[in-house]
């Protein structure tokens, strides 16, 4: 389709806008030094996001009410700190509590603020990511990333990819699904966008999983843009 | 209450950000001409605000489900035209839609946009106000509003003053009522956010409602903080 309609892009975060694995990774090692742990924290973080997929889908199938993401990432680390051998029993709750928002704290790729800048002149810019919007909130208003309004699936109540979570997001921007953007670096995110009726922008994150990434290495469905980064995005779209 | 511990302000919009009747005026008076209609715009713009509280008075007591307010403008629109004898068969829909979306090409005062940048540095800025998002965020992309994310009626889906409105936001932000701080030139708001435990801030707007203004001409409760604009709230603030 052409993208000459679009008028919102609409981001995923986790990987997209942000790199998970390195700053998760980098919280899980200075609570790990503080509290005498032996861990490598790459491995850790691999782990607590695997758990990721698994934690919504109560709340996709309708058995768990609508549960926000800062909700699931403490209980996911509860069950990967166990995994791991790790005894709670002496970490004190506020540690547990602040290592849970490490997600807050994650940083953008080097070229994802600056993209933004650029794109933000002629689109508006969301979030279409299924972090709650504090979560999304405090990364931004840490790292820069000029969002227009933070929307995702704690407005819709609905986890990607889940159809309601890409169209109440058109709902509620008042426009139809072709005239906004799913920018993810994700196939499984494009698919269920595009079926929705979306626009859809692959960027290249190769390195999300680290330097042994098997999964989103190239575009995988017909997508309406390729772009290597946030700048080149910008590029391709006259910004 | 101290401020000190306030982290985010949460702004009510029409008449303490933007000048809603100027606004209105402006673009009915545009519509009229289109439509060789003569009303004084701004007796209409007053019409047309004058059924504001009641139409979400249905929403707030539960007897009609939460509808966005663009909705609800637009239906106050069709009532303020008939009540000024407006015969509507000759005006197409198209115009009535563009005009019902009058609300989003408000103009902020002259000092809110300065001041919103200075209290951005030192604060998370929110509209707490019953616009919805799309309409919050067209007005806000046109004119400059800095708001880290927007939250207000359509995501907590309740309206001002009901204590949800206040409580939602500080939820979904993920802080205390007393991290929250509502910015108003309204009495009747802050009384309801002061309830909830929130911090209150008056701002005059002597002029809201034109030369003759009665209501909110200065503050009527025990608020935290009074200031003349956002730029003396900025002052005041440390900011």
């Keep these: 389709m052409s993208l000459d ?4 892009l609409g981001f995923d975060v986790f990987g997209t806008v942000v790199d998970w694995r390195t700053g998760i990774a980098r919280e899980s090692e200075a609570f790990f030094k ?3 742990i032996e861990v490598d924290p790459y491995v850790f973080a691999d782990t607590w996001r ?3 997929q698994p934690a919504m889908e109560p709340c996709r199938r309708g058995t768990r009410q609508f549960t926000r993401l800062d909700t699931l990432h403490r209980e996911m680390l509860i069950t990967a700190l166990t995994s791991h051998g790790i005894n709670q029993s002496k970490i004190s709750k506020l540690e547990i509590d ?13 070229d994802a603020v600056d993209g933004l800048l650029r794109l933000k002149k002629k689109y508006v810019l969301v979030p279409i990511s299924n ?3 504090a979560l999304i909130l405090e990364m931004a208003k840490r790292t820069g990333i000029p969002w227009d309004a933070i929307l995702g699936s704690e407005v819709t109540q609905a986890y990607k990819p889940e159809p309601l979570a890409y169209l109440g997001t058109a709902d509620i921007l008042g426009i139809e699904p072709n005239e906004l953007c799913l920018v993810a670096a994700h196939n499984y995110d494009l698919l269920a966008a595009q079926q929705c009726g979306l ?13 042994n990434q098997k999964i989103d290495l190239a575009p995988e469905g017909d997508w309406d843009l390729v772009a290597d980064s946030f700048l080149d995005l910008a590029e391709i779209l006259g910004c």
């Design 199 to 211: 626009g859809t922008a692959f960027v290249y994150r190769k390195t999300e999983h680290g330097e």
């Design 5 to 8: 309609n679009i008028k919102v």
């Design 50 to 52: 695997s758990l990721y």
């Design 131 to 133: 972090g709650n919007i």
């Design 34 to 36: 503080r509290n005498a």
């Design 98 to 110: 602040e290592l849970a928002f490490a997600w807050r704290k994650l940083d953008p790729w080097p």
